[in-house]
Structure formats: C-alpha cells, structure tokens
C-alpha cells in the first residue's frame, strides 16, 4: 500500500489535454513528467492540467468498485453465483465485506489519487501565483482553474467520506510522502465541509456557463451550476447527518451520550446560522440549516442552468448514446474518444457489464458482466405484469411493460424480452428469453451505458474505453435533491410544494411515466423510489439509503432486508428462497473449499445503526495507518496534513477560504 500511495498520491502527474474535438485522440508521453516551474506558465498549459481531472485519476474507482458499492450493495443487483469465497465481489451483494473485499483498496487508492491530483494541481498554481502574478493571463482565468481543482477534489471527498465516513484529509500531498501513516482520519462533517468550502469557491469563481470555444459535442466543462448541485448533494449529506443527532459525535459511535460531545459544538451551530440565516441552537435545527442550505444551492443550480445551455436531455437512451451533446450532464469524467490504453482513462461500463458479446461487441472484445442480473424487487419498482400474458410456457410470470418507471426510462436502462434495440449490434435486434420473475432463471441484465461497436456508434469503440462520458451529477439528480431538501426543511414526509411537483414531473415527463397533478403530492418513498429508477448503474442509490438511515435507521434498513429474491440467486444479502416472501430476516451459509460462510441474514439481527453499513478501512492502508482502525477522540486530533486545521476548527488559512 505505500508504493501504491506514494504512486498514487504525490508522483508528479502526467497532464492530458481535455477534449477539443471528439474524434481527437490525446497526445501523450507517458515518460514525461511535468515541471510546475516550466508547465504551470500559461492559462491553456494549466487548463490542461485541470482537464486531466476529468478523467484519469478517477478509472479504477468508476470501473467497477462504485457499482458494487452503489448498487450491488443497495439491492439493484443480484447474481447467479451463489457459491462464494471471502473478499470476493459477491460481498457486495451478501453485505459479508470485510477489509479485504475486492476493489475495495483500488476504489480507495483511486479516489485520493483524484484528490491528490487535485491539490497538486492547486498547489503548483499558488507557487506559480507567487512566481509570477499573471502567469493565467487574467485573474477571472486564474480563478476558474483553482474552481475547477477544488471542485474535483470535493467530489472525491465526498465519496471518500461517504462510504468509509472518518477519512484524513491531505491537502497538499507534496509534504507527506514519507509520513502519511501518521495522518489520523478527521470527522465526517469535517470532510464535507471541507468539501463544501471547495465548492463555494468554485461557485463563486467557475464561469456562468460553457464558454463556447470549449464546448464541443461531446465534452463539458465545469460551471457555477456545477458547484452549486454538487454542494446541494453535500449538503443534502450533512443535514440528514444533523437531523439523526450525529453531527457532534461521529468518533464516538454515540448519538446520545453527553459527555462524549465536543465541547466545540456550539462552533457548528454558529457557523451554520450565519450561512443559512436560521437560528440553531439544536442538532435539529442544524439539520434544517443545512437542508436550507441544500435547497438554496439547488434553486441556484438549476437558475443557472436555466439560463445556460443545459437542459434534460429528450431521450432517455441518449444518456447512453457516444458523441451525443449531453446537456443534462453536470459534471462527467470526460475520455477520449479512440483512446484504447485503459491507464489514461476510458468508459469500460460496456466491457464490465455487458452481457453478450453477439448484441453489444460482435465477438471483438470481452463483455464480462454476464454473471449480474437486476434484482427482483429493482423490477418490480421499474416494470408491471402484462395481465393478458402473464407467464411463458414454463410458468414464470413475466415481467413486461412498464410501471412506475415509463418506457423510456425502463429501454434506456433494462434489457427486457421482445424489445427490440435497434441502437445495438449495427441493426434490429430482439432480445429473447430474458424475464423479470420470482422463480425464472434467467434475468433482466444492464442496458444503460451500453454503446454496441463502432458500427453502432459512428465512433471508434474499445474494450477498455466505449467513448462515452460517465456522468457523475446530472440536472434530472439536483431537480429530485432540491425536493429532498425542501422536505426535509420542512420536516415532512410528503411535498405539494408547486416547484417540487413541476420538477418531478419534468424528470417522470421524460421517463415517459405518468405525472403528479397540479393539487397532488409526493411522498418521501416514492421520491427515493424515482431516484433509484433514475440513476440505476450510476451508483448513487446506497448513498441515497445511506441519507436517510442516519435519520430513520428503521426504514431505511427494512426498505433494504424487505427486497424479494429470485429463488436460488443472492441479492441485498440473502440467497433467495421461495418459502420466504419476504425473506425480511432471511438466514443462510454458504460453503465452499471447506470454510463456511454467513451472509447478511445472521448479521442483520443486530443491525441497530447506520454504523454497519460503512465500508471497512481497506486492510493494507490500516495496517500503516493505525490512526485509521483508532479514530481519535476529543482532544488528542492530529494536525499533520491539514495545514495546521485543529479539530472542530473552522480557522482556516485565508488562502482557501472562500467565503
């Protein structure tokens, strides 16, 4: 783990090119390694550097291990292969993960490899700021570089934090090469915020929109409306943290114990009121500070992009379509299109997921997601039973047409029987066989992101990279987070707030699903319900059950254990087994090679807090971290790689302070 921190933390960076062009390949040499003296001279150089972000840091975690996390975990996946061995990718799906699970290291070593690369980026711009003044050309230039890096970095920080919550924050990775196993792990809240003082900036000082000599057909770049839904997301996070009165407690474990609080808390409740403008003198009201908070970034985000160039895109299977002008996208890690080397980044959605290699790569390259099938109850959420035709000849009931979810919505996402895809394998073709029941043995598998062979898409498309851009936040995520918050400000379970309901029904409009009327209402569930037909394969639905067990563990943990199984298969935890409708405290073990294993059924008995559902510490970043498996407690938090940041300080240099 130190060669590959070291490596993936503090080398210097080789800087791509963004996209000019979408037929441009990039141009690099991989022996080179840049100097901050000789590169970072010109606003185009250090753009440049800015647009390496968009891509390569981040290959490893978006390959695979967000999907695990996002979905596999959260139940949106299940799969035929029952037998398991430990720290498999099975894990995911049995929630048996331990410290050695698979790409578990991998998702962590890449994610702060973005963040190192990140504040290398925002490093070398301060010591070429201090050389020469002018060195961007303009201090608007200037400004949108370090908005670009600190945004990057925030949005690494937030997934970091989200999914294993305490994490150490490094904010000029330069000065800890050799002493990173010294750097205890800072709270959750302190993570986000430290992540939303990123994105302030970056609001403030990213252009209004896209300048137009920057966007191309394929490729975007960073805007105010960017910073703003990103920060809705985040502070969506930390005001469901507050309300579930964990904000002043997150190295303890407790939510209640008095003496365990931090004695800097009323630090918190200050801060907060003076931006939100609401008196907090309570982890209640916190919480409603910050959703305020959320719901302001969320009507800015969405003013801005109102009056910009962004837009939900008409089609929902556009989101899936190569060089297509994706409006919607908000933040996308951006590849080149006709780049094939893996190491600089490329989509590889299609060559994990894919499930056959007849309709997607015409026997070119591998698709090797042939194995994970959409879980039972992601199906009954996304399509309804035909009533004239409700089984097939061996008596399996088929799931067809469309539910909730609307037929747009279920072909962009769902590859379901007598569909045809005429986007895929250079023609017409029907997909046969593939049902959504209980009893059937084989299963709906993964549509979205899917791009077929160049012949489909006009494009150059590769096994380690289909061309497409991978969106991280769309405009359709921050319409449904504004309601979110707006709710959770309000404290209700139900909205008939009249942008709320014009929202949603954009998003249902164009997932072809039936609307809310004028004088209707949306309930929490069926707005969570939405976002995980939405925003399947885009890893976002454990984070959105994550949210709100903080607040109603309760809930939000029989949402996950209540999920239906196919009989036979393993997903949320359980293999499937007829004799349980629902398996709601399913119980098995698995053998194999002589050791015995026990799934989620046995451990979801003394499930009493989101606590159990972070991931563990990768084991060989703990073994040299040992602050990482001993969170510190109050007063004795360590200050190295912070800049001098004590615990629960917000005394932070005038360098970053972007309020």
Not at 389 to 405: F, I, K, N, P, R
Not at 531 to 542: I, K, P, Q, T
Request: proline share 2%; hydrophobic share 35%; with cysteine.
């Amino acid at each position: 783990m130190k060669k590959a921190i070291i490596s993936g933390f503090f080398l210097s960076i080789v800087f791509l090119s963004l996209l000019t062009s979408c037929n441009d390949k990039l141009n690099v040499d991989s022996t080179y390694l840049v100097s901050e003296d000789t590169y970072y001279t010109s606003y185009a150089n250090t753009r440049s550097a800015t647009g390496a972000l968009y891509s390569s840091p981040w290959a490893v975690f978006v390959n695979y291990f967000d999907v695990y996390f996002g979905d596999l975990r959260a139940g949106n996946s299940l799969s035929k292969q029952t037998n398991v061995s430990t720290n498999s990718t099975m894990d995911y799906i049995f929630w048996n993960t331990t410290s050695l699970a698979s790409q578990m290291a991998e998702g962590w070593n890449s994610l702060y490899a973005v963040a190192a690369q990140a504040s290398n980026v925002i490093v070398s711009m301060e010591r070429s700021e201090d050389r020469d003044p002018d060195f961007c050309g303009t201090e608007e230039n200037l400004r949108i570089c370090y908005g670009e890096a600190r945004f990057i970095r925030a949005v690494a920080y937030w997934y970091l934090a989200d999914i294993w919550h305490d994490v150490f924050i490094i904010e000029d990775p330069q000065n800890y090469t050799l002493n990173f196993q010294s750097i205890a792990p800072s709270p959750y809240e302190d993570v986000l915020e430290y992540a939303a003082r990123d994105l302030r900036y970056a609001a403030e000082y990213l252009p209004d929109d896209e300048a137009t000599s920057e966007g191309t057909a394929c490729s975007r770049r960073l805007t105010k409306a960017s910073a703003y839904g990103m920060l809705s997301r985040i502070y969506c996070s930390m005001a469901a943290y507050a309300r579930g009165d964990w904000f002043s407690n997150s190295l303890t474990g407790s939510s209640s114990t008095t003496e365990n609080q931090n004695p800097n808390k009323s630090k918190y409740y200050s801060y907060y009121a003076e931006l939100s403008g609401m008196g907090v003198g309570s982890d209640a009201e916190l919480g409603k500070a910050l959703y305020k908070l959320a719901l302001n970034a969320a009507d800015r985000c969405i003013s801005y992009a109102d009056n910009g160039s962004y837009s939900l895109l008409s089609d929902y299977e556009d989101i899936s379509k190569v060089g297509h002008k994706q409006t919607e996208e908000l933040f996308a890690l951006q590849y080149a299109i006709g780049w094939e080397t893996y190491s600089y980044g490329g989509n590889r959605k299609q060559s994990s997921w894919g499930f056959n290699n007849q309709y997607l790569v015409n026997g070119l390259f591998g698709a090797n997601g042939g194995s994970y099938y959409m879980s039972l109850s992601l199906l009954k959420d996304m399509l309804a039973p035909n009533a004239s035709d409700s089984t097939d000849t061996s008596g399996h009931t088929v799931m067809v047409g469309a539910g909730e979810s609307g037929l747009n919505r279920v072909y962009g996402s769902l590859f379901t029987k007598g569909e045809y895809y005429d986007r895929l394998a250079n023609g017409m073709v029907q997909l046969s066989g593939i049902y959504g029941s209980k009893n059937t043995s084989i299963g709906v598998q993964i549509r979205k992101f899917m791009v077929g062979v160049e012949a489909d898409t006009g494009y150059p498309v590769y096994q380690y990279n289909s061309g497409l851009s991978h969106p991280m936040l769309r405009l359709a995520d921050v319409y449904l987070m504004r309601i979110e918050a707006n709710m959770g400000l309000n404290d209700v379970t139900s909205t008939s707030d009249a942008t709320d309901i014009v929202l949603f029904n954009k998003v249902r409009a164009r997932a072809g699903a039936s609307l809310i009327s004028d004088n209707g209402s949306i309930s929490f569930l069926t707005l969570l319900k939405e976002r995980r037909m939405e925003f399947l394969w885009e890893a976002l639905y454990m984070h959105d059950l994550l949210r709100y067990s903080f607040y109603d563990f309760t809930d939000a943990k029989q949402l996950l254990i209540s999920q239906d199984c196919y009989s036979g298969y393993v997903c949320a935890g359980y293999r499937g087994d007829s004799t349980l409708t629902p398996p709601t405290e399913a119980k098995y073990t698995v053998t194999t090679d002589g050791n015995t294993y026990t799934g989620l059924g046995d451990n979801r008995r003394s499930m009493t807090n989101w606590t159990f559902w972070r991931l563990d510490y990768p084991k060989e970043s703990s073994d040299i971290n040992t602050y990482l498996t001993s969170s510190p407690k109050n007063g004795d938090y360590q200050t190295v790689g912070i800049g001098g940041l004590k615990y629960y300080s917000f005394d932070w240099s005038s360098q970053f302070n972007a309020d």
